[in-house]
């Protein structure tokens, strides 16, 4: 489903989120939140999470090289936090391990 969209000045394009559901495997839901971009939609990130006993679980986000530090990780968090509300009734999200550069964003974000 392609969602609300956001635009980062940076790359003076409408960036659209695409939230898809991979699976269900013993009580668990994973899903992939896509940033897109652009007429043909290219993906510049995206988060993988997972719903379990409900709780939210970041597992991974990344985004491009070539998007860093353009607000792309930041959005796609505002995106997540938006479809929290909406779909899973605003419960708790949890971060798996953290990279030092998932720790910095998450501190960004408080």
Not at 16 to 36: P, S, T
Not at 54 to 81: D, H, N, P, W
Not at 100 to 106: H, K, Q, W, Y
Request: net charge negative.
């Amino acid at each position: 489903m392609l969602s609300n969209w956001y635009k980062i000045s940076q790359l003076d394009q409408d960036i659209v989120f695409e939230n898809i559901h991979e699976d269900y495997i013993k009580g668990q839901n994973n899903y992939i939140l896509v940033a897109r971009v652009g007429e043909d939609k290219k993906p510049l990130g995206y988060i993988e999470y997972s719903e379990y006993e409900g709780i939210l679980q970041i597992s991974y986000i990344f985004v491009g090289k070539q998007y860093r530090r353009q607000g792309i990780g930041t959005a796609l968090m505002g995106e997540l936090e938006r479809l929290n509300k909406e779909e899973f009734e605003g419960r708790p999200i949890k971060w798996g391990m953290l990279t030092e550069e998932g720790a910095f964003l998450r501190e960004s974000l408080k």
